[in-house]
C-alpha cells in the first residue's frame, strides 16, 4: 500500500479476525463488534460522498455472511452507508497515498424495492471514484456561476421533480434522453429570467407513453452552457 501497491481480503469475520492491525489502518476503520444474523434492513448514505441521498434495502438472512459488521471511522474515513440503527457498513478512505473502500455488507444483497438493478450503478461509481473521474461534478463547478440543478427523487418511480436556478436570463432548453442518447421528451424551451423554477418529469416520453425502467439523463441549456444530470427509474 505504501508503495501505490493494492490488496483484496474477504472474510466472513473480516473486522472480527483484522481488528487492531495494520489493516485496518489503513483502512481508517474501527471495529465496534458482529452484527446479529438480519441486523441489517434497510442502507442510507452518507451526505457527502458519490453515492448521497441514496437509499437501499439490504436482502439479508441467515447465512453467517449477512451478520454484518458494525464500523466506526478512525483517521479520517468518511461514511458511505449505515443502518437503520446507525451503524456503520461502508466506509471510503482517500487520503493522499491512496484510495480505499471497506465494506461489511455484500453487494450481492443490496437492492431498491424489489429490483437488483443498482448494483452496476454502484461499481461504476466506485470505479469513477478510484480512478479520480468524476464529470458532472467538474461540471458543475465549471458553470454553477450561471445554471444549478438536481433532481429529487431519485432514483424515482412515477415522476421526479427537477428543480433549477437561473443567475442570468437565456433560453432555456430540458430535455430527457435514454443511454443511447435518443432524445425521450422535451420538458422546457422557453425564456426564463433569473430564478428559481422546477419541472416534473411524469416518464413519459413526447407521444405520451410511458417510458420503461432504467437510466435516463436530462440536459438543461441556457445559451451556450449545457449541464447534464442522471436519473434513475425503477418500478
Not at 464500523?71 to 461514511?79: F, I, K, M, P, T
Not at 437492492?111 to 461540471?139: C, H, K, Q
Not at 438536481?150 to 442570468?168: K, S, V
Amino acid at each position: 500500500m505504501e508503495s501505490g501497491g493494492s490488496f483484496y481480503i474477504e472474510s466472513v469475520d473480516i473486522g472480527l479476525n483484522h481488528t487492531g492491525t495494520t489493516f485496518f489502518d489503513y483502512l481508517g476503520l474501527m471495529y465496534i463488534n458482529d452484527g446479529a444474523e438480519q441486523e441489517v434492513v434497510k442502507l442510507k448514505s452518507g451526505p457527502n460522498n458519490v453515492f448521497a441521498d441514496l437509499s437501499y434495502y439490504y436482502l439479508g438472512g441467515y447465512d453467517p455472511h449477512y451478520s454484518v459488521d458494525r464500523l466506526e471511522s478512525n483517521n479520517g474515513s468518511d461514511l458511505m452507508f449505515s443502518s437503520e440503527d446507525g451503524y456503520g457498513r461502508m466506509f471510503v478512505n482517500d487520503n493522499i497515498a491512496y484510495k480505499s473502500i471497506a465494506s461489511s455488507i455484500i453487494f450481492g444483497a443490496f437492492a431498491n424495492g424489489d429490483t437488483l438493478s443498482l448494483r452496476p450503478f454502484l461499481v461504476s461509481e466506485m470505479v469513477n471514484f478510484f480512478i479520480g473521474y468524476n464529470p458532472v461534478t467538474s461540471l458543475k463547478e465549471n458553470i454553477s456561476q450561471f445554471i444549478s440543478t438536481g433532481n429529487y427523487p431519485n432514483p424515482f418511480a412515477t415522476d421526479t421533480r427537477i428543480e433549477y436556478t437561473l443567475n442570468e436570463t437565456g433560453f432555456v432548453n430540458i430535455d430527457v434522453y435514454n443511454l443511447k442518447g435518443q432524445i425521450v421528451k422535451q420538458l422546457v424551451a422557453e425564456q426564463k429570467n433569473p430564478g428559481d423554477y422546477y419541472v416534473i418529469w411524469d416518464a413519459t416520453n413526447n407521444i405520451g407513453s410511458v417510458v420503461e425502467s432504467g437510466y435516463y439523463f436530462y440536459k438543461i441549456s441556457v445559451g451556450e452552457y449545457t449541464q447534464t444530470e442522471k436519473m434513475i427509474l425503477l418500478r
